[in-house]
Nanobody, 126 residues
Framework: QVQLVESGGGLVQAGGSLRLSCTTS????????MGWFRQAPGKEREFVAAISMSGRTTYYADSVKGRFTISRDNAKNTVYLQMNSLKPEDTAVYYC???????????????????WGQGTQVTVSS
């Protein structure tokens, strides 16, 4: 089993940056693809970014492409989301998730991920 703990959320002004981190407890971290999702009040949870086991493949939602960067450090059991040029519409609770490679198909669907963190709040002021 995998347990995920997130950190790095906070309140920033539009145009600012934040770096989210998600550290896992499992020794098999490198066998999981990882993803970031977000959920704003009154909206469905939506895909943000994903990264393969090796880190060689990444996917991004169109809304964040060019502004956000996902990365991972398997030696530290940690995945990161660097968020630059933040906009008020980025305000949401951000969740990290882990997917066994057997279920990671598109990388964009919540149903592909078996383990989830508790989320961290990101608020971007206008």
């Amino acid at each position: 089993q995998v347990q995920l703990v997130e950190s790095g959320g906070g309140l920033v002004q539009a145009g600012g940056s934040l770096r989210l981190s998600c550290t896992t407890s499992g020794r098999s971290f490198s066998t999981y693809a990882m993803g970031w999702f977000r959920q704003a009040p009154g909206k469905e949870r939506e895909f943000v970014a994903a990264i393969s086991m090796s880190g060689r493949t990444t996917y991004y939602a169109d809304s964040v492409k060019g502004r956000f960067t996902i990365s991972r450090d398997n030696a530290k059991n940690t995945v990161y989301l660097q968020m630059n040029s933040l906009k008020p519409e980025d305000t949401a609770v951000y969740y990290c998730a882990a997917a066994p490679i057997t279920s990671w198909h598109t990388g964009r669907l919540p149903s592909e991920y078996g383990y989830w963190g508790q989320g961290t709040q990101v608020t971007v002021s206008s």
